[in-house]
T-cell receptor
Framework: KNEVEQSPQNLTAQEGEFITINCSYS?????LHWLQQHPGGGIVSLFM???GKKKHGRLIATINIQEKHSSLHITASHPRDSAVYIC??????????FGAGTRLTVKP | EAGVAQSPRYKIIEKRQSVAFWCNPI?????LYWYQQILGQGPKLLIQ????????DSQLPKDRFSAERLKGVDSTLKIQPAKLEDSAVYLC?????????FGSGTQLSVL
């Protein structure tokens, strides 16, 4: 079993829909990252969380430390949001473990 | 602010050949990571440096992979000899205050 599990693996949505991507992890962590990877491989860090909730524009990330679960929400989705979204955790040993990613396609 | 620079962007080699990748992290970032990302999978950590010291290389296949960061700034990752299963994107990232910054990666194809 992977230490970081994401769901769904693939997600197709219509423009304007509300999107949720989930991440569950099995190790103790000091921080959780949500990353966005566009075709061509470039990765951008969206959020770094250790508790609670963060919001940036149309993106919202939440984390529940007790349940070892985080969600990434996209409101009013747009085709330019199409990308792979990766959940990564920094363990208490300071090493990073990554989920396999969720491929999001937003259709106009 | 300049980002994490990697080169080359693409590399195609035959199996059993050698290859080297270069990374220049963001100025002032003490922590540098090399990741391997096979198509359809999340990145896998190969090695983590803190300045010029190795923090974690537990997942680095040391029989063929090596990495160095001699002056605590630039880093090189080498594969010698390459195998077909090494075909992947090799990502370099640097970190400050826990926030990660990734380079564009080097896409390696081993034929």
């Amino acid at each position: 079993k992977n230490e970081v599990e994401q769901s769904p693996q693939n997600l197709t949505a219509q423009e304007g829909e509300f999107i949720t991507i989930n991440c569950s992890y099995s190790v103790g962590i000091s921080a959780l990252h949500w990353l966005q990877q566009h075709p061509g491989g470039g990765i951008v860090s969206l959020f770094m969380l250790s508790s609670g909730k963060k919001k940036h524009g149309r993106l919202i990330a939440t984390i529940n430390i007790q349940e070892k679960h985080s969600s990434l929400h996209i409101t009013a989705s747009h085709p330019r949001d199409s990308a792979v979204y990766i959940c990564a955790v920094r363990s208490r040993n300071n090493d990073m473990r990554f989920g396999a990613g969720t491929r999001l396609t937003v259709k106009p | 602010e300049a980002g994490v620079a990697q080169s080359p962007r693409y590399k195609i080699i035959e199996k059993r050949q050698s290859v080297a990748f270069w990374c220049n992290p963001i100025s002032g970032h003490a922590t540098l990571y090399w990741y391997q990302q096979i198509l359809g999978q999340g990145p896998k950590l190969l090695i983590q440096f803190q300045n010029n010291g190795v923090v974690d290389d537990s997942q680095l296949p040391k029989d063929r992979f090596s990495a160095e960061r001699l002056k605590g700034v630039d880093s090189t990752l080498k594969i010698q000899p390459a195998k077909l299963e090494d075909s992947a994107v090799y990502l370099c990232a640097s970190s400050l205050g826990g926030k990660l910054f990734f380079g564009s990666g080097t896409q390696l194809s081993v034929l």
